[in-house]
């Protein structure tokens, strides 16, 4: 499935952001003490101390697999990220050999119902256009066994943001709202705002959440 968004991300600006974005672990730990004052596994362990070691994910938009690290290290092995990017995915799966690594959109998952304990985004809900949400939510929900997780920029009201020197391709909102809106069987099971400490980003928040399906 195509639409601006996939295309703009499939081109040259998504392999520069890779480029950009490529870090070590502790170069990534780094970046989130530096932007929030807590890592990413500290974020993590506040949602998932209670999840079992074998329980299976998939990211959406995993870019070079990052996030997954991230997983591994916490002792998580079943592992699977998706990405646009043929670039990011090779380098993911360098970064990875024990994740499963594919090309595909979050538009159209190449997965079964309840295929995977959680499916999660970190960063990636908020470049999909207002009009794609939905698709994109019902599809996450499809493939959730029992958890939909997320980490993206925080807005009371979906509002867009200037990206680069780019419109129509970021926005900012209350992601666990919309999905749980559109998905009225997963339920909020906690949500917490992390406010961003750098003068670049000062008033910004980001919002980690975790929703479950009802049973």
Known sequence: MHTPQTDFW????????????SRSADEWDAFYIANYGVTKLEMNRRFLSDVPAD???LEIGCNTGLQLQGLT????RSLTGIDLQAYAGRLAKQLLPGAKIACASGLALPFGDASFDVVFTSGVLIHVAPADLNGMFLEMARCARRYVWGFEYFAAEL????????????WKGDYSRLLSETCPDLQLVRREIFPHTTDSEKGNVDAMYLLEKRR
């Open 159 to 170: 509002s867009e943001i200037p990206y680069r020197g780019h419109a129509g391709y970021l």
């Open 73 to 76: 290290r916490m002792g998580f």
């Open 10 to 21: 499939q081109g040259a600006f998504g392999d520069d952001y890779t480029q950009r974005n």
């Open 55 to 57: 329980t299976s994910f």
